[in-house]
């Protein structure tokens, strides 16, 4: 359902503007997604991975120029970074001939400088669209428990939640990450030593859904403070972490200015862990804040365009997991909750007193739908995806 209003949405984009850009992790199915979405137009595919495929760019303005009248799909276009600006130029040339949009279809793993050039060199020209791994929707089935708990110890990569064993899924996970530290990243520019990237990225697996705490992190790893932030803004723009703001605006009460953050894909979290199985996840403490990310995670991929997620904290530890705005600015506040009998803590109504959403939900592991009483609904996550999907 998800994959075909994404395909839904990359054609409707064509259809606006001259260039749209695909972005995500690497083995989420960008290219199988792009390629059977316009299996049955005019289309030119590159690779620039494929040496064949990066020998006809020698001369791309010779090359691209002679593909007029075709949708051109270009997949790892940071591979060449001084291509941005030959895209300006040729969809300027046929903008001015009339030919307003589907130009160009760019697959990319939304690197620093995939971002930072296309947003300078093709700024109105150019729309963004982000697959992300599997989420709760795409694999509940009649067995919706089994899904769910399979996607939050695997992990919504393809490959990964889709692998015969459990065996076959750590293996996969864990030559992911070896070739992100040791291929994609050198080659996106980053020098960075790979142990020492991989020490950070487990560091924030250990904290996950923890206030971000520089300091703390530059001390363990020896290094100062510009180079965590400089680590934590590459994992961030390559869609591995995320960076949840806190709620800031003033409502008379000391609330926390720090971040929380998040390994974007719950399977990663336990390898980076080396927790191989459901039984090593439910026995590590890490437990609650990986199933917690695995629920914001899929409530980020349901809301609607232009949603601004946060969370809520105050000084003195009042918190709300989620809050929610959404583009017609109503509020929906969200507490998260592993298990099976949720509880409404004091600290989640003081919250809720606090910022007064127009929704209060709490997600937990079931799937019944009940009050709990001050206008504080208890829902499924899957339930929950759904109604912001449609809100």
């Not at 010779?62 to 895209?87: C, H, K, N, S, W």
Request: proline share 5%.
């Amino acid at each position: 359902m998800i994959t075909r209003q994404l395909a839904t949405a990359i054609e409707q984009r064509l259809r606006q503007f001259p260039a749209v850009a695909l972005l995500g992790p690497r083995q989420v199915g960008k290219t199988t997604l792009a390629r059977a979405t316009l299996a049955e137009g005019q289309v030119v595919y590159l690779d620039l991975e494929n040496p064949a495929d990066l020998e006809k760019l020698a001369d791309p303005r010779a090359y691209l120029g002679a593909q007029a009248g075709r949708l051109t799909i270009i997949d790892e276009v940071q591979r060449v970074p001084g291509l941005f600006q030959v895209l300006r130029g040729l969809i300027d040339e046929r903008v001015r001939a009339g030919e307003l949009a589907g130009h160009f279809l760019l697959l990319g793993s939304a690197s620093i400088e995939l971002l930072r050039q296309s947003s300078e060199s093709l700024a109105g020209r150019i729309a963004y669209l982000e697959l992300g791994p599997f989420d709760i929707r795409e694999v509940a089935d009649t067995n919706r428990p089994a899904s769910l708990t399979r996607l939050w110890c695997r992990g919504g990569f393809p490959r990964s939640f889709l692998a015969s064993s459990e065996r076959d899924s750590v293996t996969w996970r864990e030559s992911f990450i070896r070739t992100y530290l040791e291929r994609d990243i050198p080659q996106l520019g980053p020098r960075i030593p790979a142990e020492t990237l991989r020490r950070f990225w487990t560091m924030l697996a250990h904290n996950q859904g923890a206030l971000l705490n520089a300091a703390d992190l530059a001390r363990a790893l020896a290094v100062d403070g510009k180079t965590v932030a400089r680590y934590l803004d590459l994992l961030v723009d390559l869609l591995l972490v995320r960076r949840l703001p806190p709620y800031a605006t003033n409502l008379g009460k000391r609330l926390v200015k720090s971040p929380k953050v998040y390994v974007r894909d719950s399977g990663l979290v336990h390898t980076l862990l080396r927790l191989d199985d459901l039984d090593a996840v439910l026995g590590h403490p890490v437990a609650g804040a990986s199933w917690e990310g695995c629920v914001i995670e899929t409530l980020l991929r349901a809301a609607p365009e232009r949603t601004q997620a946060m969370f809520y904290r105050t000084a003195t530890g009042v918190e709300l997991d989620l809050l929610l705005e959404l583009p017609d600015n109503r509020r929906w506040g969200i507490e998260i909750k592993r298990g099976l009998a949720p509880k409404v803590e004091p600290g989640l109504r003081t919250a809720l007193a606090d910022l007064r959403p127009e929704r209060a939900f709490l997600v937990y592991g079931g799937e019944e739908r009940y009050p709990k009483g001050e206008g504080i609904e208890a829902i499924g996550v899957v339930e929950l995806a759904e109604e912001l999907a449609n809100s």
